[in-house]
């Protein structure tokens, strides 16, 4: 078995697909995309947005973070199932999965993607709304959060993959307070999983590059 991820250290969808990876121990040779490597990227993957995946032997390319996941339930499975077989956990895990990308991890890119924007591209309505989308997704969040340990139907899963990097981004764009105990006990369960803990230990000494304001 060959596999390839291309990805970034500070990545949020490269860390959803890396803590799969590392939660089932799966080998793959990981190529970080800088300056050096996008041209290569590119002939793999012309849409240049990562992570990918790419399985040498099968002679496959998988991009999306979700998709790449699900693929490794389906040909490199391990221990952890990331989706349940069972069809409640089919439907739940997905929909919980969809949750923290597009409700989530969207509103952080909006708000940190402004921040890298020149002056006079500002986007102040968008963060704000963005914003507002965020706190409305904490809501959501703490009501649901307070009820499970894990979002992937009780089990630790494909939802908590995507709910890792969601929740460690939003707290610092917008961090938790004393109203969501529980989304906070939920992100300290995250940041204590060894495969999560492991995608942090790498990505710290990418972390000057994230904008703080």
């Known amino acids: 078995m060959t596999l390839t991820l291309y990805y970034h250290p500070l990545s949020s969808y490269s860390w959803k697909a890396l803590i799969a990876l590392y939660e089932n121990a799966t080998p793959f040779d990981p190529v970080i995309v800088d300056q050096d490597t996008h041209a290569a990227f590119i002939e793999v993957w012309p849409m240049a947005k990562f992570p990918v995946l790419v399985d040498h032997d ?26 349940p077989a069972e069809p409640e956990g089919a439907w739940r895990t997905p929909l919980w999965d ?15 993607g402004d ?14 709304d963005a914003r507002a989308k965020l706190s409305a997704a904490y809501g959501v969040l703490e009501t649901e959060a307070a009820k499970r340990d894990w979002f992937s139907d009780g089990v630790f899963g494909l939802a908590d ?28 369960r ?17 972390f000057k590059l994230f904008p703080t304001d």
């Open 98 to 112: 969809r949750f923290f990308d597009l409700h989530v991890q969207s509103a952080v890119q909006k708000i940190v």
């Open 161 to 188: 993959c995507a709910a890792a990097p969601a929740l460690y981004y939003a707290d610092k764009v917008q961090p938790f307070g004393d109203a969501q105990p529980a989304t906070r006990a939920y992100l300290d």
């Open 115 to 128: 921040r890298i924007r020149p002056q006079q591209h500002k986007d102040p309505f968008g963060v704000e």
């Open 58 to 83: 099968r002679g496959e390319i998988v991009p999306e973070s979700s998709i790449i996941i699900d693929y490794l339930d389906f040909r490199h499975p391990g221990a952890v199932r990331f989706t």
């Open 190 to 206: 995250l940041r204590a999983r060894p495969s999560f803990a492991r995608v942090l230990g790498e990505a710290e000494p990418y």
